[in-house]
């Protein structure tokens, strides 16, 4: 079936306190009066699904300086910090009737390429036993058994951890001095890039499906310190610029173990069709337009 991913909006309050109302046993489920205060403080981490004008299912979360999920955090919302490094999942809930089509994990993954892209270190959740293989399916890692007395019931801690792109360096790698050879640092930089674009939602395969090629406009490379056989290092990728057509990345290099900068560089790409034709991804592709903005607005979301 057909149905769009949005953020909340007001006039939702209804269909999302009905949802809430029907998809939880009363002791679990958020009141009314929650469910409106959420809408109002962090509608940027509140997302519906939406089908025919219907709504089916929502998501939502506030955020903390913290990794940790309390109970007093589902009712105390002045503990949202929406600059925190850690996005709290609250509840996650759709229909009876439009369960089992994978909207539940279509959702989860939404909310999780936003944390993402506006810079979240983690995301937590706490579930129960019989959720947990769900959640782990998606990519969460399953930390132990939750303080979490909500309802009188058992929750069991999750969390999806945003964790740089590492690469160990190979053998075929390195050169007769014994480091890795410079043309090396290049590759590395696109399999980051293609993580990368992989996390937020646009995949090569993707833009390829869609009949739009990204190549690469130029590469530069600034060599800092060497990286030799056996080592690992962490990339990390930064939007620098985007204005629909072209797409600016950077790069930092460095060792896992100590920190140390290995190499920086930067590479430009555009948009184009089957042809060549330059795409403007504002109008065919308004989607992914808005994520790229969005990651080009909040500069420092890294892989």
Not at 112 to 118: D, E, G, K, L, M
Not at 121 to 139: D, N, Q, R, W
Not at 150 to 176: C, I, L, N
């Amino acid at each position: 079936m057909e149905y769009t991913i949005r953020n909340v909006r007001p006039e939702d309050f209804e269909q999302v306190a009905e949802i809430e109302r029907l998809g939880f046993p009363a002791a679990e489920a958020a009141s009314p009066e929650d469910l409106k205060k959420r809408m109002e403080v962090f509608p940027e981490s509140f997302f519906v699904a939406e089908a025919e004008g219907k709504l089916i299912g929502f998501v939502d979360g506030a955020c903390s300086d913290e990794i940790a999920l309390p109970d007093s955090a589902y009712h105390d919302l002045s503990q949202h910090r929406p600059e925190g490094i850690c996005q709290q999942i609250f509840g996650l809930n759709v229909r009876e009737e439009y369960r089992g089509q994978g909207i539940g994990s279509a959702l989860m993954r939404h909310m999780i390429r936003s944390a993402f892209i506006r810079g979240k270190e983690v995301v937590i959740l706490t579930c129960k036993e019989a959720k947990i293989p769900l959640y782990t399916a998606i990519g969460y890692r399953m930390v132990g058994l939750s303080d979490s007395t909500h309802g009188g019931a058992s929750w069991y801690e999750m969390r999806y951890e945003f964790k740089p792109y590492s690469h160990m360096v190979q053998y075929y790698e390195t050169d007769k001095m014994g480091c890795v050879h410079h043309s090396n640092y290049i590759r590395w930089f696109e399999e980051a890039r293609t993580e990368f674009l992989r996390r937020i939602g646009l995949g090569y395969d993707s833009m390829e499906a869609a009949g739009i090629i990204s190549p690469v406009l130029d590469a530069y490379a600034e060599y800092r310190t060497m990286t030799r056989f056996g080592a690992t290092v962490d990339i990390d990728i930064e939007i620098e610029s985007y204005n629909g057509i072209r797409l600016g990345i950077v790069y930092q290099v460095r060792d896992h173990v100590s920190g140390e900068l290995r190499c920086t560089g930067k590479t430009h790409h555009c948009f184009l069709d089957r042809e060549g034709k330059p795409v403007f991804l504002k109008k065919a592709r308004p989607d992914w337009h808005e994520i790229l903005s969005m990651c080009a607005r909040t500069h420092g979301v890294k892989c």
